[in-house]
Each structure stands twice: as structure tokens, then as C-alpha cells.
């Protein structure tokens, strides 16, 4: 076997004792325990890179657990305006309006839609809404359908109650005619007036009045819905999804052919006004640019919600994934599925890549190895049901990169002054680099002679060195440890011991 003699211009560092210190305590062979890492409950969701419809609610313990947003819309290409009220300040989803009020309040325990509502109970509270990019609320624009959709939370019920106002005014052709959209509360129920707001081909007056067939119930979330077709004229008010009034803007007021469009005044106000009197709560305000089909109003979003961890690292590509678990909660036939993935490196800074592996609930868990890891979890609902499904903790068991195998038949040769040290090359394939530890007492290895440095000593991948500059006639004891991609913590299992006594009788 060939030596390498080192000199002193190659690298050294200096290396903890804990392999020194291990190799007195343990035997040949360190086990490495199985360890814990639990994402949620007292630790928190801190590690996440994406929360899709999901929102943080508090848990069984005080933790925090996850479950399904409620249902929101999500802006598509006829989206004129959309408030979600979920966060300050107050944004049009759309991006179409500007948005502000005195001082809005938000609750997260009253609301309907996403994760918060906007709570209104005096004048400051009011909203104004301001055409930025409108292709509606611009001066003589002619609408063609249209759909106005919001969730209301009444209190108090009082006549005159204000929800939604916008005002214009024509030209002097129409006599400066007044111009008005408003919701309001009439006789308990709420009423839609649209006065001009639909022409009639000679420009005569026309005011147009739905109003619901019972009264609202306080304190609790209705859903409202007007909409208007430009195909067939017929305007419709729908509470909870279903038909309350109906009519048609035409001539005859039936489906006749003729319709009277929707058209912005030559002088709008440029403000939409929500809650400008009003004490309760809105959410999930909308208006669209089409006849929107019978709505669907689910609790959640039928896709459910999707949670991803970052990158976990578990400290070198040698360590090994026992187990992956979960704590749920599934009320009738809702699901929380998990998932996980590993590899060795990372694609970017906040995941793993590869193929997502589902965790089965009733199949034993195949150890995987590698170092970084990433979790999913997908949270999907029963519609049939108000409860979401929950999730309040992952659990993830490992087993760290075991310490690698010592090499085996270390044999020490003596001659005058140093030490000819050869060994077999340990069989791991992440094998990086080998210890040699010396001293002048068995099992202490603090011998600080030898030309290559003080003990341990790393000597790389080689498997053969001189060690020089020892004292004739002094009997050293010797060790070897390998270490892997985990780094040279990681050679803590030593060889069994040698020793050798350089003499001048071997020149």
C-alpha cells in the first residue's frame, strides 16, 4: 500500500476531543436515537412558506391549529370590485378603486367570508369606494350586465338604514336629471332603488324598486344578490340564493325584446358610499360585469386549503426519516392528507424538490435518508357541513446520520523517530476524510510531537502516513476515526488501538 508522507503546508485544524472522550465511555458501535420535530402546537406554524385558504385558529390546548378560510371569491377577468374585508387598510381586490375610511374596524370572530368583516356602527365606520381604473363608473359608460353581491349582518334594523349610495347627475338635454343607487333598509327588509339608472330609448324618467318578500333577521349573516341581464332585461334580487323579487327593464316590463341599459350619469359623484348609516356588519362586497348564474355559497372553498413547510434541515444527506404523523380533527367526511419530501439538496432556499410522497394513515412508514425535508398537508372539506377539518400538529421522527464505521486493521510500524500508520478504507460511500488520533497513554490521545500537528489529526481520504518527530524509545498508542458529509463531529467511533515504539535500531 502506498504512503503519503504530509508535510507541513497541508491543511489542519483543530478537532473537539469528543470522539477522544466517547471512545472512554462507549462501546465500538454508537447508536444514534431516534428524534422529534413537531411542527404546530406549541412550536408554532412558524416554519411555512405557503398557506393557501387557510387560517389560524386557536386549538383544543391554546396552540394555534390550522383549518379552511372561509369561502371568498377570487377576482377573474369580469371582476369590476371586490372587498374582502380580511385585513387594514381596505383594498380593492380588483385593483380598480381606491378604498378608505375614517376608521375601519375589523372583526375576526363576526364575519362570513375570508377571515375578518367590516363592522360598522356609526358614520366614521362609513367606506367610500373611488373609481381609479373603472371601466364602469365612468362618465356616460352604458353597462350591459351586471351582478351586485354582498353579505350583511344586521343590528338594529332601522328604517332609512343606509348600505350601499352613489349619486350622479345628466345633462341639461334630461333636465339635470337626478341619478341614484342605493340599498337601504325599508320596513325591515332591504330594498334596492335605482332611480335613472336605467334609460329608457326616449330618456324619459325611470325608476326601478326591489325589495325583499320577508324581514331580515338581526344578527345574522344573509347573503344579496342583484342581477340584471342585458339579454332578456330581467333584473333580480336573490337572498340567500334565492329568488325574493323579479322584473324586467323594458318597455312592457316583461321579456319583450326591448331593454332599457344601465348607463353611469355625464356627471357621476365618483364615490361609492358603503354603510354610509348603518350598524352592523358587511363582508365579501363584489360587483361583477356579468349575470352571475344562481350563486353557490359554500362554508369553504371546495378545493379545501394547502399548507407547505420550509426546508427542514435534518443535518447531513446520512440521516434517516422514520415516521411522519398528524393530530386532526376530520368531522364527517372531511380529509387532512400529508405529505412529504427529501433529497440531499435543495431547489431554492424555501423547498425540496421532487415528487410529493403521501404519508399512508394505515401503512407502516418506509425510512427514507436524506437531509432536507418538506411537508404538505391538504385540508379538504365536506360541503355538506359548517365544520372544517383541522390540523393541529405534524409530527416528524428521525434518525440522525448514524457516526460512520471506524476503519478496521490499523497497523502501526516503528522506525527512528516516526511511525509508518496504514489502515483499510472504511465502506461508507460518504465517506470524507479520516481522524488519526495519538498520545503516550492507551485510550488518551493528547500527543502534540508529531510533525503533522497535535492529536487528532486530519489526514483526508488517504489510508497511510508518516507520522515524524516522535521521541525514540516512548511507546504511542494509536486510534483512527472516519468522518462523513456530516463533518468531522461526526467521527466519534474510533478503531480499535495500536501502539508502536520508534528506536534507533530501526535505521
Given amino acids: 500500500m502506498p504512503i503519503l508522507k504530509y508535510t507541513r503546508t497541508m491543511r489542519k485544524r483543530t478537532i473537539p476531543l469528543l470522539a477522544i472522550l466517547i471512545s472512554l465511555l462507549a462501546p465500538d458501535v454508537v447508536c444514534a436515537r431516534e428524534q422529534t420535530i413537531v411542527l404546530g402546537g406549541e412550536d408554532g406554524w412558524e416554519s411555512t412558506t405557503l398557506l393557501e385558504r387557510l387560517v389560524h385558529v386557536s386549538g383544543r390546548y391554546g396552540s394555534d391549529d390550522l383549518q379552511i378560510m372561509p369561502y371568498r371569491h377570487e377576482i377573474d377577468s369580469d371582476t369590476e370590485l371586490l372587498l374582502h374585508f380580511d385585513s387594514l387598510p381596505l383594498t380593492d381586490a380588483a385593483g380598480r378603486f381606491a378604498v378608505s375610511a375614517t376608521s375601519p374596524e375589523l372583526s375576526f370572530t363576526t364575519s362570513r367570508a375570508g377571515t375578518a368583516g367590516l363592522l360598522v356602527n356609526d358614520s366614521a365606520d362609513a367606506v367610500e369606494v373611488v373609481p381609479v381604473s373603472s371601466e364602469l363608473f365612468e362618465a356616460g359608460v352604458e353597462w350591459g350586465s351586471f351582478t351586485l353581491e354582498f353579505w350583511l349582518y344586521p343590528v338594529t334594523l332601522t328604517q332609512g338604514e343606509r348600505i350601499v349610495e352613489w349619486n350622479g347627475r345628466e345633462d341639461g338635454r334630461l333636465d339635470f336629471r337626478a341619478q341614484q343607487f342605493l340599498v337601504d333598509i325599508h320596513n325591515r327588509r332591504l330594498r334596492f332603488s335605482l332611480v335613472n339608472f336605467f334609460v329608457p330609448p326616449g330618456g324619459s324618467a325611470c325608476t326601478v324598486t326591489l325589495e325583499g318578500d320577508s324581514g331580515l333577521i338581526p344578527r345574522r349573516w344573509s347573503h344579496h344578490m342583484l342581477r340584471f341581464s342585458d339579454e332578456t332585461a330581467r333584473l333580480e334580487y336573490l337572498v340567500d340564493g334565492r329568488t325574493v323579487a323579479v322584473t324586467h327593464v323594458s318597455e312592457s316590463g316583461r321579456e319583450d325584446g326591448s331593454v332599457f341599459f344601465p348607463r353611469t350619469a355625464v356627471y357621476p359623484s365618483g364615490v361609492i358610499h358603503l354603510a354610509p348609516s348603518f350598524t352592523g356588519a358587511i363582508d365579501e362586497f363584489r360587483l361583477l360585469r356579468r349575470f352571475e348564474p344562481d350563486p353557490d355559497i359554500p362554508q369553504f372553498h371546495p378545493a379545501g386549503g ?150 487528532p489529526i486530519d489526514v483526508g481520504q488517504v489510508t497511510a502516513i508518516t507520522l515524524s518527530g516522535l521521541e525514540n524509545g516512548t511507546l504511542y498508542y494509536f486510534a483512527v476515526s472516519a468522518y462523513d458529509a456530516a463533518g468531522m463531529d461526526s467521527a466519534t467511533v474510533l478503531s480499535a488501538e495500536v501502539a508502536a515504539r520508534p528506536a534507533r535500531v530501526y535505521r
Fill in 306 to 455: 394547502i399548507y407547505e413547510s420550509g426546508v427542514i434541515d435534518l443535518g447531513s444527506p446520512g440521516a434517516m426519516l422514520t415516521g411522519v404523523s398528524a393530530i386532526t380533527s376530520t368531522p364527517a367526511m372531511t380529509d387532512v392528507f400529508v405529505y412529504y419530501r427529501m433529497a440531499n439538496t435543495r431547489s431554492g432556499t424555501t423547498s425540496v424538490g421532487g415528487e410529493w410522497i403521501p404519508v399512508g394513515h394505515d401503512t407502516i412508514f418506509p425510512a427514507r435518508v436524506g437531509r432536507f425535508l418538506q411537508l404538505r398537508a391538504e385540508l379538504l372539506p365536506d360541503l355538506r357541513t359548517a365544520e372544517s377539518p383541522v390540523l393541529s400538529e405534524i409530527h416528524i421522527t428521525y434518525i440522525p446520520d448514524p457516526p460512520p464505521q471506524p476503519p478496521v486493521g490499523l497497523d502501526a510500524v516503528p522506525h527512528d523517530g516516526w511511525v509508518e500508520l496504514s489502515w483499510a478504507p472504511a465502506l461508507q460511500e460518504d465517506i470524507q476524510g479520516y481522524l488519526v488520533y495519538y498520545g503516550i497513554q492507551p485510550g488518551r490521545y493528547f500527543g502534540s510531537d508529531g510533525d503533522l500537528g497535535p492529536s
